[in-house]
């Protein structure tokens, strides 16, 4: 790929905390490699900041190869930035050209409440998963792991569906800051197998009542969600969450 | 002196020995008695979540946003498994002997077998949580080879292993907090042990939303935080992966093993600049089917797919005919650095080797097209279906690859070089996992325990899980038996208070120095000595120059020292700040030991032993023994030895001809 460096505008979410209104602050970033990653370019602006005695511009990261999902920045708009399928720290420089101005913002949701700048809680996700996205097997119970076979098929598509990250970008992007294709891709992952299948039906269930008390919005199915994922989870997981509650509304014994 | 608290008996008996014959903790028992784990990792959700299920109360702390995003999580290619469900020669015993073999004769023969026993067990477990595996078509779990086997025993889901793994066990460790076995401390950093009447009993934590600490008892401490590779600045961990919890442990009465056994992962996308944060690791799956080659003509600047068959080097396959693209970790990085370092390199930087998958693309097509009875396939059709198997075993790879670099792997080959990745050093334990202070544990890549000088492929997964699923539920019951007559204890006891103060004074101290320089820049130039001195090739010179800088630094850390922002807040500067104080004297221990270690052996390669083909050359009669380091003070450390005896592994030179 050929290399070049670039001046650009930053734009960037300040909130000093929860209770903070906060607001756009403008940076200009001179000499950007168009071979460094997007976080490396606030590496740079951070580092900056510090030398100039400025507070630092606080976001979520960790892994940086865009499988742990800490990474949560709204870039220009969408998700995690312009490239398809990917996670804002597997975005590079060489996205943008000489000139350009990128705005930056936090997920913005209800249930996703802003902590410092670009930082967001989504501890709702865990109280989702709490609420029954596993399969209550203790330690030791288990079978020999070739004991039940699972149809490939159904595996491959229980695996498409687990490859969720659990970022949030599918929340960030709704309208509606529905949770629903996060909720669809577990109930989803785990329904497929004939391991889940015991708890199926209070397991879908138990996570749409969690996802509602969470205060996450509707699912008006506009899509998208699946257009921002960056692990391309499809939308027809959510018709098979609507699918798997209607079952189980429609037959479940009332506990 | 070290006891390793090894059970007698012949190796395949001593785990189902120790099994029968350990105390157990009865059920209401286990109810008054409170674990505290440290990391949520592989090791510490699937640890927490077991002994929730056995009844402990459990107390699980990260400092990510959720424990689902532990560095476990990145890990690609695989974990393994004796289940010689391919029918190709494994067992129990093969998996001991690879693993004791691949570990250069430096590991511990009754943990390492105990590992190859629970193998099996923990794909049962996983399969059972609901963990997609990869699948062949009758519905069965499918496996691969990996580095340093002959066998197939390796299971993966595509290139997401370790994140299905770790959502099975994160899974296992929500459910465990819904039920309120478990209460999870999200976003929390421990900052320090507890030690009362010479047992550990709980843990100093920083709320890294609010900057409050916090004071927590346990009747025992599980520390399962992962590995310390990012001392090197630049590694395939985590941003936020570091030292700081065994560290602390360290500095309080918990002996350091083996601190220099680093292992350098062959295949990993090149530095491409001063900006770079991190490196990103291309699993080493990638050859089983890939083939490694530099030009045979020095600096050679053709593009790879102008350079002639005839003309490429293929110096894996050359020098090890017998193991090929998949000899060990070690032994590969050494050779790609062997050839880079005498001209052969590749890429603008010439620090890089060629992957190359346009083989593997044909004969998979060709396998395709036999399939769909298609005769006489034309080039185009070959590649096209051959692309699609290499997409389907591979593909997340090779988008991540194109992602980074810009270059489309199917079309080009792959440059790779290799970076940190794993330690396989770590806190000092015996057989029951405990370390040198008694209720203080440590679990997966954080102790040293498993993989001796160098880890073979897909084994960190099964450590962990190991670990945490199978052996400290066993294990940890034989110490706390002894504890259920210990009321929790006050977190107002003096030895809190105590731990609590200097963990502010520390903090305040950082924060107090307002210099000129970032944590992030002090980290860089550590970084850069430990590469440089400490990293593929080491030599006793090299060391003791890295000894004087690394103290020298950290004077400088501690004068110069920058923290933006306020200690009562958010402030991810500070956190940096502490770890990399961590780092800078961690570095120091890696390099007293690896010169003290005056053998080459698996990833530790000392230039003064070398055989005459230049491979790792043991000196089994001097250093087979772990080193274990307590620590006395500043640049002070003791050496303690646990010899290691292998009564039926018996050590040879290593050969992957």
């Not at chain 1, 996205?133 to 119970?141: H, M």
């Not at chain 2, 530095?271 to 990103?280: A, E, M, P, R």
């Not at chain 2, 053998?599 to 005459?612: A, P």
Request: with cysteine; charged share 25%; proline share 4%.
């Amino acid at each position: 790929m050929e290399h070049y460096t670039m001046n650009l505008t930053l734009k960037v979410w300040r909130q000093k905390n929860a209770a903070d209104k906060g607001h756009f602050e403008t940076y200009e970033m001179k000499d950007i490699s168009s071979e460094m990653s997007f976080l490396e370019m606030f590496d740079v602006l951070n580092e900056r900041l510090i030398r100039e005695g400025k507070d630092p511009v606080a976001f979520d990261h960790d892994c940086r190869e865009g499988i742990c999902g800490s990474c949560s920045m709204y870039v220009n708009g969408r998700p995690h930035g312009p490239w398809k399928a990917n996670t804002v720290c597997q975005l590079h420089m060489r996205a943008f050209k000489d000139g350009d101005t990128i705005v930056v913002e936090p997920w913005r949701a209800n249930a996703f409440p802003v902590i410092k700048d670009l930082v967001v809680d989504r501890s709702a996700f865990d109280r989702i998963i709490q609420a029954g996205g596993y399969i209550s097997v203790n330690t030791g119970n288990a079978v020999d792991a070739n004991a039940i076979p699972v149809e490939k098929e159904k595996a491959d598509a229980a695996f498409a569906a687990a490859a969720c990250i659990g970022c949030g970008a599918c929340v960030a992007a709704c309208k509606n800051s529905s949770a629903m294709l996060f909720l669809a891709a577990k109930v989803s992952h785990l329904a497929l197998l004939p391991q889940g299948e015991p708890e199926r039906k209070t397991r879908v269930l138990n996570m749409v009542a969690q996802m509602d008390k969470e205060g996450f919005g509707s699912c008006t199915f506009t899509e998208q969600c699946e257009a921002v994922c960056p692990k391309q989870i499809s939308v027809s997981n959510i018709s098979r969450l609507n699918k798997e509650y209607l079952m189980a509304g429609l037959t479940a014994e009332k506990k | 002196m070290l006891d390793s608290k090894i059970p007698a008996g012949p190796l395949d008996q001593k785990w189902t020995y120790y099994k029968g014959h350990c105390k157990l903790v009865n059920p209401a028992n286990k109810r008054k008695l409170e674990v505290i784990v440290i990391g949520t990792g592989l090791a510490g959700a699937s640890a927490a979540a077991s002994l929730g299920e056995l009844g402990y109360r459990v107390k699980a702390f990260c400092f990510q946003d959720s424990p689902r995003r532990a560095h476990s999580i990145a890990a690609q290619g695989g974990i393994n498994a004796a289940k010689n469900y391919q029918n190709d020669g494994d067992s129990v015993f093969r998996l001991f002997y690879d693993t004791i073999k691949g570990g250069d004769y430096r590991a511990r023969e009754a943990n390492v077998h105990r590992l190859a026993e629970v193998s099996v067990n923990i794909i049962d477990q996983c399969v059972a949580q609901g963990v997609p595996f990869a699948r062949e078509y009758g519905g069965l779990l499918s496996n691969r080879s990996f580095g340093g086997t002959q066998v197939q025993r390796t299971f993966y889901a595509a290139g997401q292993t370790g994140q299905q793994l770790l959502i099975g066990a994160y899974q296992a460790l929500e459910r465990q907090v819904a039920l309120g076995n478990v209460k999870m401390y999200a976003r929390h950093e421990m900052l320090d042990v507890v030690i009362i009447d010479g047992k550990c009993r709980g843990v100093i934590c920083r709320n890294l939303v609010t900057g409050e600490l916090e004071r927590h008892f346990g009747h025992a401490v599980l520390l399962a935080s992962g590995g310390y590779g990012n001392v090197f600045y630049l590694s395939t961990n985590a941003m936020g992966s570091n030292v700081t919890a065994i560290w602390k442990a360290h500095r309080k009465g918990a002996f350091f093993g083996n601190p220099c056994f680093t292992q350098i992962h062959p295949t990993c996308i090149p530095v491409s600049g001063d900006h770079q944060s991190k490196l990103t690791l291309m699993s080493e799956s990638l050859r089983n089917d890939g083939r490694i080659w530099v030009p045979k003509k020095k600096g050679d600047t053709r593009k790879p797919n102008d350079i002639p068959e005839d003309e490429r080097d293929y110096y894996l396959e050359r020098r090890y005919p017998a193991f090929g693209n998949l000899v060990p970790r070690d032994v590969a990085s050494r050779a790609a650095k062997e050839r880079c370092d005498a001209g052969y390199g590749v890429g603008s930087s010439r620090q890089a080797v060629y992957l190359d998958y346009a083989a593997a693309i044909v004969r998979y097509g060709k396998i395709e097209c036999n399939k769909l009875g298609i005769t006489n396939p034309t080039d185009e059709q070959v590649r096209k279906h051959g692309i699609e198997v290499v997409k389907e075993k591979y593909g997340n790879l090779f988008d991540m690859y194109e992602k980074i670099t810009g270059e489309n792997p199917y079309e080009v080959p792959m440059r790779i070089y290799p970076a940190v990745h794993y330690t396989m050093g770590g806190l000092w334990v015996d057989y029951e996992l405990m370390t040198t202070v008694p209720g203080l544990y440590a679990l997966g890549e954080a102790n040293f325990s498993d993989h001796g000088a160098n880890r073979l492929g897909a084994s960190a997964l099964m450590q962990g899980l190991a670990d945490g699923y199978f052996v400290i539920p066993y294990t940890i019951g034989n110490y706390l038996a002894d504890e259920i007559r210990t009321a929790p204890i006050s977190t107002d006891h003096p030895a809190f208070v105590e731990a609590e103060k200097n963990v502010r004074e520390r903090i305040e101290k950082l924060m107090s120095i307002k210099g000129n320089q970032t944590p992030e820049s002090f980290h860089k130039r550590l970084g850069k000595i430990m590469w440089d001195k400490c990293g593929m090739a080491r030599n006793a010179e090299g060391l003791k120059q890295a000894i004087t800088e690394i103290q020298q630094l950290r004077k400088e850390f501690w004068s110069d020292l920058r923290v933006a922002g306020n200690v009562n807040e958010f402030n991810p500067e500070l956190d940096k700040a502490g770890r990399v104080a961590d780092f800078l004297e961690l570095g120091e221990l890696m390099c007293i030991d690896a010169l003290h270690r005056n053998e080459s052996c698996g990833g530790h390669f000392r230039e003064e032993s070398q055989t005459e083909e230049g491979e790792a050359k043991r000196d089994d009669a001097n250093y087979s023994y772990v080193a274990a380091w307590e620590f006395k003070g500043e640049s002070n450390w003791e050496l303690h030895k646990e010899p290691l005896n292998f009564e039926v592994a018996k050590p040879t030179q290593r050969s992957y001809k």
